[in-house]
């Protein structure tokens, strides 16, 4: 089955504690991106990467890093998370333009920085 | 930059009944695509329709379908018999043809289904 999957689905932690959320797609996309998700603003992009050791700054890269050393991956770091980072996370993943630019999305993690 | 305004942040319907969604968005490019994606209780993010700019023909998918007004920059989602299934959050989202062809979010609209 084709998916993007994200762990940990729920995570609650403390100011300063470095955390990272995983994210993996089985479906051979190049490109992956991170979003955050906060009521009344939408989805707002995080960092993308087009490709194996090519990543940039979305919208709102502050506080975020991201790597992304083997295709199937994109970890989203925070390495000193503070209480502004609450937030749902989403990951998701794209394929070439012959598939119409439909992202898959993972199915969110919920962060809670207290 | 492109930006996208959902001005309804909530909508309410009766079941069996249509509802119309409202998306604007801005952007000065010629190509691009738009879509809505639904958000229910789950969290998922699901495609519900998309719409190629360059095509004149409004989409149509099931029960949903939309109205694109490319001079007014308007893109509207129109729910037919509605079901209690369709309650969640609706977002409306654009896309670049060119460059990273990141996705750009309005705020949502929380669509409420009344039996």
């Known amino acids: 089955e084709a998916q993007v999957t994200q762990n940990p689905r729920y995570l609650i932690t403390v100011t300063g504690k470095k955390l990272t959320v995983t994210c993996s797609q089985n479906m051979n996309h190049e490109y992956m991106s991170w979003y955050r998700q906060d009521p009344g603003l939408g989805l707002r992009q995080i960092y993308y990467s087009m490709n194996v050791e090519v990543t940039d700054k979305g919208d709102v890269p502050e506080g975020y890093k991201v790597s992304r050393k083997e295709k199937r991956n994109f970890p989203l770091i925070l390495e000193s998370p503070s209480p502004n980072q609450t937030s749902l996370y989403f990951c998701a993943s794209r394929g070439d333009r012959g598939e119409s630019y439909e992202q898959y999305f993972g199915p969110g993690t919920r962060l809670t920085v207290t | 930059a492109q930006t996208v305004t959902q001005s309804q942040p909530e909508m309410s319907v009766q079941e069996a009944e249509t509802v119309t969604l409202s998306c604007t968005y801005d952007t000065s490019e010629s190509d691009y695509y738009l879509f809505w994606y639904k958000q229910p209780p789950s969290r998922q993010m699901i495609l519900v329709i998309r719409q190629e700019a360059y095509k004149q023909q409004n989409a149509t998918e099931n029960r949903f379908s939309v109205n694109f007004q490319k001079a007014a920059k308007s893109f509207s989602l129109k729910i037919s018999d509605s079901q209690l299934g369709d309650a969640a959050m609706y977002f409306c989202?654009?896309?670049?043809?060119?460059?990273?062809?990141?996705?750009?979010f309005g705020q949502g609209t929380r669509l409420t289904i009344n039996p």
């Open positions: 989202a654009y896309s670049s043809f060119q460059g990273a062809q990141k996705l750009v």
